[in-house]
């Protein structure tokens, strides 16, 4: 009868430790898929940054590429209308448009190294996102180890 306790007893140890251990995978694979979900949403809010980013420096670069080329169809009408009244107002006029040409050059290196500082702040973001998640997974197997 002892002997049919202790094992019924052993028994009943064995499926709540059965038990308690598939609790614990659940709730391991739970948070991996918790995990996964975060990353992704985080990789997909970088790289919706990074768009909107790459895409607004575009359009500002575009912007200022239409301003030059306004400015310079404006510059080519003006030069045809000096020419009739001499070479000195052209030469002038040169001038000015040498200055235009000079300052869109500055501005176009600034916005080139705006858009190349967002360019390495979302590598660096990037790079940081997968050292988290290799250092997540690293922590990840030694916990299911």
């Known amino acids: ?13 064995r499926q709540e430790v059965e038990r308690l251990e598939k ?17 992704n949403e985080r990789r997909q809010e970088v790289e919706r940054l990074h768009k909107e980013r790459i895409d607004e420096a575009k359009a500002l670069e575009q912007q200022k590429q239409m301003e030059v080329e306004q400015l310079e169809a404006k510059r080519i009408l003006e030069v ?5 009244r001499g070479l000195e107002e052209v030469e002038n006029l040169q001038n000015l448009r040498n200055k ?17 500082a967002a360019v390495d702040e979302v590598d660096h973001e990037r790079l ?9 997974e690293a922590e990840t197997e030694t916990e299911t180890e």
Request: glycine share 2%; aromatic share 4%; hydrophobic share 30%.
């Open 80 to 84: 045809q209308e000096l020419k009739k």
């Open 128 to 136: 940081a996102r997968q050292r988290a998640e290799a250092e997540a």
């Open 23 to 39: 609790e614990r995978i659940d709730e391991v694979e739970r948070l991996h898929k918790e995990m996964a979900k975060f990353q």
């Open 1 to 13: 009868e002892r002997l049919e306790e202790r094992q019924r007893l052993e028994e009943e140890r």
């Open 100 to 116: 235009d040409a000079e300052q869109w050059g500055s501005e176009k290196q600034a916005l080139h190294r705006e858009k190349k």
